[in-house]
């Protein structure tokens, strides 16, 4: 099935945006692609995997995502943090609850 050359720009448009989107957050000293910690609303800190334009186990809403907190056990929007701003202590906290691996 042939993608008209609309379709194919409005893809490359979205794409374009990702990459865009993922260059000037790993500018600004956010990680990506990996183990990511991020904070849930309730100020909980923990490691996901963390990949721009992909979701498996969360819900996508923008830079943030609807995502389960293993902390708190309890559903939450979360979004990635710059390790450089946490303690040491807040990145062995995170890096000791991790969400749900993927089988």
């Known amino acids: 099935m042939a993608w008209s050359r609309r379709k194919r720009r409005i ?9 865009l989107g993922t260059i000037l957050a790993r500018l600004r000293g956010y990680r990506f692609g990996g183990n990511v910690i991020v904070r849930c609303r309730e100020g909980h800190l923990f490691t996901t995997i963390w990949i721009p334009g992909a979701s498996l186990k969360s819900v996508r809403l923008g830079w943030w995502r609807l995502q389960r907190c293993p902390v ?10 710059k390790e450089d701003d946490l303690s040491e202590d807040e990145r062995r906290l995170a890096a000791e609850h991790r969400d749900t691996r993927i089988p």
């Open 11 to 19: 893809a490359l448009v979205v794409i374009g945006l990702y990459v």
């Open 72 to 81: 708190g056990n309890h559903w939450s929007i979360v979004s990635p943090v």
